[in-house]
C-alpha cells in the first residue's frame, strides 16, 4: 500500500510541478492577473517551495520516527517519506533526499524483538 501511495505521490508532484509551476500558459496568465484560484495556489506552493517547508518537515519526521519505537515511528517514517517525494520533485532535493534517506532506513528496520539472540 505504501508503494502505490508513493507512486501516486511522485505522479502528482510532477503533475503539479509540470502544469502548474512551469507550464507557460500559468506563468502569464499569473503575471497579468493574480487573483485566478491557480495563480493564489501557485503563489502558496512557491512560497512553500522558498522556505524549505515540505523538505524540513519531511526531515524532522524522519529523524524523528529513526528514534521512535514500533508502529508510531514507522508511520512518522512512512509520512516523512510521502513528504519528501514533493520536495523531490519540486526544487528541495537537496535536503529531501536526506530525510528520503533516513525514513527508508527506519522502515526496513528490524524489530527490536527480532534482533535479540537468544542463547538458551
Known amino acids: 500500500m505504501l508503494v502505490l501511495l508513493l507512486v ?3 505522479a502528482t508532484s510532477y503533475e503539479v510541478r509540470f ?4 507550464d507557460p ?12 484560484w491557480a495563480c493564489q ?7 512553500l517551495i522558498h522556505m524549505r517547508v515540505l523538505a524540513w518537515s519531511a526531515l ?13 515511528g514507522w508511520w ?8 519528501a517525494v ?14 528520503v534517506v533516513i525514513a527508508a532506513l527506519r522502515l526496513v528496520r528490524a524489530p527490536r524483538a527480532a534482533l535479540t539472540i537468544d542463547h538458551a
Request: proline share 3%; charged share 10%.
Open 8 to 10: 501516486a505521490c511522485t
Open 86 to 99: 514533493p520536495a523531490l520533485v519540486l526544487y528541495s532535493a537537496s535536503l529531501a533526499v536526506f530525510a
Open 19 to 22: 502544469a502548474l509551476m512551469e
Open 41 to 47: 495556489l501557485r503563489a502558496g506552493l512557491g512560497w
Open 60 to 72: 524532522c519526521l524522519a529523524l524523528l520516527a529513526f528514534f521512535l519505537p514500533r508502529r508510531t
Open 76 to 83: 512518522l517514517a512512512a509520512l516523512g517519506l510521502l513528504l
Open 25 to 36: 500558459r500559468w506563468v502569464g496568465l499569473c503575471a497579468e492577473s493574480a487573483s485566478h
